[in-house]
Structure formats: structure tokens, C-alpha cells
């Protein structure tokens, strides 16, 4: 077995780099399913705000204005003293001020409506415009009213009523609006898993493919063929270590999630890509032209495969064109196949997943085919 000794001797010389991956996916995926466990529906409420008012009106529409404010807001009065009020204003005990001169609603009536209201806002605050806004809306509706012929008093009582009708906010669940946790935790394997098996894999595959290395085993006294078995064996051993360390991690954090039908569907689904990933491994190893090519490579398709399958970004936020492209990438399907084992009751209900399943295979076929093809182009080329 001294090929297969040497393989993990290789093997153990990128150890710094595979660990390295095996902690991002680890802090991705606590971090994911944390959030998603955490993650309770916000509920809405207005902002109520400290507002001094000073109404001097006689008129009913001043009035209105001050009611409909109470309702939601804190209204107090203006201190006397102007140093007081400055000082109010400065230290946050007031946060907008309103002055109702005396012939507000008289003038508002005869449409003289431009710089009745006297507002004071502390410079630099956001909560002010919100305030603004609302005396601006009872404003317009009340111009409104007296526009389409309504006397001044129905004009406020309608306005009142209209401005008493509050919006209602829906909070939109979508389908991974309950997903549990172990649905994150398996999410992010796609990206790991090609990574790794680059990173581990190819880069010994390129290493025993090197031409002077090559050809003194060549002419060793070990079969070529019984050279090649135990290169083999130590790429399934390689793939096989990572796949149970990424299980045993899963078991251990979330225990309960594994043992159900989703948690063995998922973990079939795990291997499937991981045999994937394998033979994407070999393919890119005959492409590469050296170990930092190999290295590039492992970045540009861990990520490229993670954000066009949909491990990184939603496939609901994919447009059409985006997600008809991704359907030529194995990390779709199995994104599919995650999504889809929540729903599943039963072995009997996985249709539409043995059929991601199959996807992926096919991918690793083809992956493993185009690997040998590019393999035998080469050494014809020799």
C-alpha cells in the first residue's frame, strides 16, 4: 500500500486549508440555523413621539389637529421661558414643537393656508419629518372636504374619521419561512464539499500526474494498474473521512434533526453530492496545469457552483434566465432536493426527490466520462 501511504502523505501537506474550509462551514451553518431558530415575526407599531403644542385657535379645525395628535403622540405643553424650551428640545425631552395661531381655522377656510403652522424641529432629526408628514396629511384632507363644498364642521369630522383608519401590516411567510435548522446545517455543503474535494483530491491526483513522478513509478515494480487502484482507494477514503467528519459534526449538534426521514434524506443527498464532487474533483485535476491552477479553480467553482445553484442566494430571487442556467450545475438539484426533503412524510412521498438524486449521479458521470476523455487526450498527446 505505499502509493496509498504516499497519497495521504500528499494529503496531509494542504491539512491547513482543509481545516480552514471545515470552520467557515461550520460558522455559516451555526450562524444560518441560529437565525432561522431565532427568527420570530416582528410585530409593527407606530412611533410615538414628544410634541409641544401651543393652540391659540378659536376655530374647530386647530382644535382637530391637537386631538388627532394625542391620539399618538405625547403632546405637553411650551414652556414660557425660551432658554427652557431650547434646553427641552436640546436634551431630547421634546422632539418637535407646534404653534396654532389664532385665526387658523378661519384663514385655512379662505384658503389662506401657506406658513400658517409655525414648527420647530432639532436639527438632524429623522422623527420630525414623520410628525411633519402626518399634520400635512390631516391638512390635505381636511382642504379636501372644504374644496368639494362640506362646511367647516363636517370637513373636520370627516377628516377626523378618515384619519382615525390605521394600516395594517401582513408579514409574508415564504417556503422557508419554518424550515428547522438541520435544513442550513446541509444547505452549505455544496460549497464545502467541491472546495475540499479540490483541494484534497485533485491536488494529490496532480501531484501523482506530474511527469518526472510519473515516470519513475512507471518503471517501479508495482502494476500501473495496482497504482492506479490505490490512488483510487485513497480518493474514496479521502471522500468517505470528510463525508463521516461532516456527519458526526451534523449528529452532534443536531441530533434530533438527523434521525428522522428528512435528516436520512439529507444525509443521502450529502453522500450523492459528495461523490459528485469527487468526480468534479478528477475532472478539473486533468484540466489543471499545475497545483495553483488547481487552487484557482477550487475558488472560481466552489463559489460560482454555490451562487448559481442557489446554495448562497435564494432560488425565489433568481430571475428566470438565471435559473435556467442553473439547472446545468449538480448544486441545483441538490439545493432542490434540500428544499424539497422538508416536505417530505415519508420514503414513499420522495418522488420529486429521488429524481435530484438522479440529477446529481448523472452529473458525476458525466463528470467522471469527461475526466477520462481529457485523461486519454493527454497521454495520446505524450
Given at each position: 500500500?505505499?502509493?496509498?501511504?504516499?497519497?495521504?502523505?500528499?494529503?496531509?501537506?494542504?491539512?491547513?486549508?482543509?481545516?480552514?474550509?471545515?470552520?467557515?462551514?461550520?460558522?455559516?451553518?451555526?450562524?444560518?440555523?441560529?437565525m432561522?431558530?431565532?427568527?420570530?415575526?416582528?410585530?409593527?407599531?407606530?412611533?410615538?413621539?414628544?410634541?409641544?403644542?401651543?393652540?391659540?385657535?378659536?376655530?374647530?379645525?386647530?382644535?382637530?389637529?391637537?386631538?388627532?395628535?394625542?391620539?399618538?403622540h405625547?403632546?405637553?405643553?411650551?414652556?414660557?421661558?425660551?432658554?427652557?424650551?431650547?434646553?427641552?428640545?436640546?436634551?431630547?425631552?421634546?422632539?418637535?414643537?407646534?404653534?396654532?395661531?389664532?385665526?387658523?381655522?378661519?384663514?385655512?377656510?379662505?384658503?389662506?393656508?401657506?406658513?400658517?403652522l409655525?414648527?420647530?424641529?432639532?436639527?438632524?432629526?429623522?422623527?420630525?419629518?414623520l410628525?411633519?408628514?402626518?399634520?400635512?396629511?390631516?391638512?390635505?384632507?381636511?382642504?379636501?372636504?372644504?374644496?368639494?363644498?362640506?362646511?367647516?364642521?363636517?370637513?373636520?369630522?370627516?377628516?377626523?374619521?378618515?384619519?382615525?383608519?390605521?394600516?395594517?401590516?401582513?408579514?409574508?411567510?415564504?417556503?422557508?419561512?419554518?424550515?428547522?435548522?438541520?435544513?442550513?446545517?446541509?444547505?452549505?455543503?455544496?460549497?464545502?464539499?467541491?472546495?475540499?474535494?479540490?483541494?484534497?483530491?485533485?491536488?494529490?491526483?496532480?501531484?501523482?500526474?506530474?511527469?518526472?513522478?510519473?515516470?519513475?513509478?512507471?518503471?517501479?515494480?508495482?502494476?500501473?494498474l495496482?497504482?492506479?487502484?490505490?490512488?483510487?482507494?485513497?480518493?474514496?477514503?479521502?471522500?468517505?473521512?470528510?463525508?463521516?467528519?461532516?456527519?458526526?459534526?451534523?449528529?452532534?449538534?443536531?441530533?434530533?434533526?438527523?434521525?428522522?426521514?428528512?435528516?436520512?434524506?439529507?444525509?443521502?443527498?450529502?453522500?450523492?453530492?459528495?461523490?459528485?464532487?469527487?468526480?468534479?474533483?478528477?475532472?478539473?485535476?486533468?484540466?489543471?496545469?499545475?497545483?495553483?491552477?488547481?487552487?484557482?479553480?477550487?475558488?472560481?467553482?466552489?463559489l460560482?457552483?454555490?451562487f448559481?445553484?442557489?446554495?448562497?442566494?435564494?432560488?425565489?430571487?433568481?430571475g428566470?434566465?438565471?435559473?435556467?442556467?442553473?439547472?446545468?450545475?449538480p448544486?441545483?438539484?441538490?439545493?432542490?432536493?434540500?428544499?424539497?426533503?422538508?416536505?417530505?412524510?415519508?420514503?414513499?412521498?420522495?418522488?420529486?426527490?429521488?429524481?435530484?438524486?438522479l440529477?446529481?449521479?448523472?452529473?458525476?458521470?458525466?463528470?467522471?466520462?469527461?475526466?477520462?476523455?481529457?485523461?486519454?487526450?493527454?497521454?495520446?498527446?505524450?
Amino acid at each position: 500500500m505505499q502509493v496509498f501511504n504516499a497519497f495521504f502523505k500528499v494529503l496531509n501537506k494542504n491539512k491547513g486549508q482543509l481545516v480552514l474550509y471545515v470552520v467557515i462551514y461550520l460558522s455559516i451553518t451555526l450562524l444560518m440555523g441560529n437565525m432561522a431558530q431565532d427568527n420570530e415575526e416582528q410585530v409593527f407599531s407606530g412611533v410615538s413621539l414628544d410634541i409641544g403644542v401651543e393652540n391659540e385657535d378659536q376655530g374647530m379645525l386647530g382644535e382637530a389637529l391637537v386631538e388627532y395628535l394625542n391620539g399618538s403622540h405625547n403632546l405637553r405643553g411650551i414652556p414660557d421661558n425660551k432658554e427652557k424650551l431650547q434646553d427641552a428640545m436640546y436634551y431630547g425631552e421634546m422632539d418637535y414643537v407646534l404653534e396654532i395661531p389664532k385665526d387658523f381655522s378661519e384663514k385655512f377656510k379662505n384658503e389662506e393656508r401657506e406658513g400658517l403652522l409655525e414648527g420647530t424641529i432639532v436639527p438632524g432629526s429623522n422623527s420630525a419629518y414623520l410628525i411633519e408628514n402626518e399634520i400635512e396629511g390631516f391638512l390635505k384632507t381636511a382642504a379636501m372636504y372644504l374644496s368639494a363644498g362640506f362646511g367647516m364642521e363636517e370637513a373636520v369630522s370627516r377628516t377626523a374619521e378618515d384619519m382615525e383608519q390605521e394600516g395594517h401590516v401582513e408579514f409574508l411567510e415564504g417556503d422557508d419561512g419554518n424550515l428547522p435548522a438541520g435544513y442550513y446545517f446541509f444547505q452549505y455543503i455544496p460549497y464545502v464539499f467541491i472546495t475540499m474535494m479540490i483541494l484534497g483530491v485533485g491536488v494529490v491526483v496532480k501531484t501523482f500526474q506530474n511527469k518526472d513522478l510519473s515516470d519513475r513509478n512507471k518503471c517501479s515494480a508495482m502494476p500501473f494498474l495496482k497504482q492506479n487502484l490505490q490512488i483510487l482507494l485513497g480518493c474514496f477514503s479521502y471522500m468517505a473521512a470528510v463525508y463521516v467528519i461532516f456527519m458526526l459534526m451534523i449528529g452532534c449538534c443536531m441530533a434530533g434533526y438527523l434521525f428522522t426521514i428528512q435528516g436520512f434524506l439529507s444525509a443521502v443527498n450529502a453522500f450523492l453530492f459528495a461523490v459528485c464532487a469527487l468526480s468534479f474533483s478528477w475532472f478539473t485535476a486533468q484540466l489543471a496545469k499545475n497545483v495553483a491552477i488547481l487552487n484557482a479553480i477550487s475558488n472560481v467553482f466552489g463559489l460560482g457552483f454555490s451562487f448559481l445553484g442557489g446554495v448562497f442566494v435564494p432560488l425565489e430571487v433568481m430571475g428566470d434566465q438565471a435559473k435556467k442556467m442553473a439547472k446545468y450545475v449538480p448544486s441545483y438539484w441538490y439545493v432542490i432536493a434540500n428544499h424539497d426533503i422538508q416536505k417530505v412524510a415519508g420514503l414513499s412521498d420522495a418522488g420529486d426527490v429521488y429524481q435530484s438524486f438522479l440529477m446529481v449521479l448523472v452529473f458525476a458521470f458525466a463528470f467522471l466520462a469527461l475526466g477520462l476523455v481529457v485523461n486519454r487526450m493527454k497521454i495520446r498527446g505524450r
